[in-house]
């Protein structure tokens, strides 16, 4: 039999160095635990590594609710399309997408529509915080993000979302033509109005924060461990956590934080989530020939473009097709297209292309939750299309949750057996 590691008593185990394991380790630590990450690769080499780096505080709102879904039928006939399910990947899908629609009522809709603006009303101070705390403030942009609309129809079109928005206070200018101009010259005169978020900041580089945060980790005495985690040993409370190399590491307390693989972990420990992996893309352009101050979206062509370390990265879209099939980057190449109407002198020469699994359940609210069943076992997973905002906020309301102090906010509606 293997030998148990030394990590000691008193532990907690974060399994997964994404955004959300590392801010939670970090987190942890920082209040007197002694933490150790596991994970099977380096820090920041899931899903957080590519993201579009916004702390996107507008986007909250459920993907299930009527005017998106009522266009997924059109999107699905249309390959290039934001929205894409493979074909051979459909049967799958099915009883997520029944969730899915069960998460469309309009009452459901009202509650996850505050449980996201409750999440997202404090995510950027909880980033500045967390950053200030660690020495990272410079990694934050000060200018917010440009909603882009060709004209008035289109801005109609998107106009449930501002709506939301401003029934919870979330701040907003509308913009013409020439206000568009005097802030970002490079955008195009199709482009006949915008709305302004200023709350919506942006990372200079999402992978390089996941790595300062877990030096900043290490620094203050946690521990990085390498190794796939397959199974748990555990009884009226959680014991070890059994890696493939059948290593054993004693733990205290355990935390789920792998990000679209926590399906999985959470299977072992009889506890199945509908957590599926919306898969987006991304085009990182190192010399773009043009400048940028604001992240730019344009709802109705589906596509974000955000001022990174590394040149303008391009990104968006879903495609439905599980974590084993290999990347379509065609999808990538839409997304360019597309982001060249808004900026027509944007160059495409030198680039990455990326595929990225965003943790997905079916209501678009993360599980921020304790273990239903096993004391000494949580779960802070499914934060969809917005880990990286929602990843200081998840620190805190996690690390008051296992620590029992009182969380911010009342965790009931984000429990792990909710669904
Ligand atoms: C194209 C794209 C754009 C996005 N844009 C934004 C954005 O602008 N703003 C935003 O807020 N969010 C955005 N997101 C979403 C965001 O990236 C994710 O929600 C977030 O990265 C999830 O973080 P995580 O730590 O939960 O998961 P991950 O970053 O995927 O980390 C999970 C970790 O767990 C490890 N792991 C898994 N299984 C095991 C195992 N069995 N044993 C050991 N280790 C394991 C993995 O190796 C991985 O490192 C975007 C996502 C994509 C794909």
Redesign the pocket.
Known sequence: MATPLAVGRNTTIV?????????LGLELQRRGRQVTI???????????????????VT?FMPASRPSVWKQIPGWMLDPEGPVRVRASYMPRLVPWFLRFIAASRPGKLRALEAQGAALCGR?LEDTQAMLATHGLADQLSAEGCLSLYADEAEFRADRDHIEILERFGIPHEILGRPAIKALEPEISDQIGMAVLFPKNR?VKD?YKL?QALAARFQALGGRIET????SFTRGEAIREVV??DGRRLPADEVVI??????A??AKALGEPIPLET?????TQIMRPGIKLKH?IIWPARAF?V?PTAGGIRV???VEMAGLEAPPDYRRSKVTVRRARVALPKLRCEEFTE??????ALPDTVPILSASAKTRGLFY????????????ATTALLMADLITGAKPALDLHPYRIDRF
């Open positions: 399994v997964g160095a994404g955004i959300i394991g590392t801010a596991i994970d099977r690769g380096a820090p920041g080499q899931g899903a957080s590594f590519g993201n579009m780096a916004s702390i996107a986007e995510a942006s999402p996941v190794g796939t985690v397959a890696l493939t934080a792998a990000g679209a693989h926590s999985a972990l919306e898969r987006g893309y991304h992240s974000m955000t990104g968006g879209t990326w595929m990225g699994h965003r943790p802070a997973t499914g934060h969809g299309h917005l880990g990286l905002t929602y990843a």
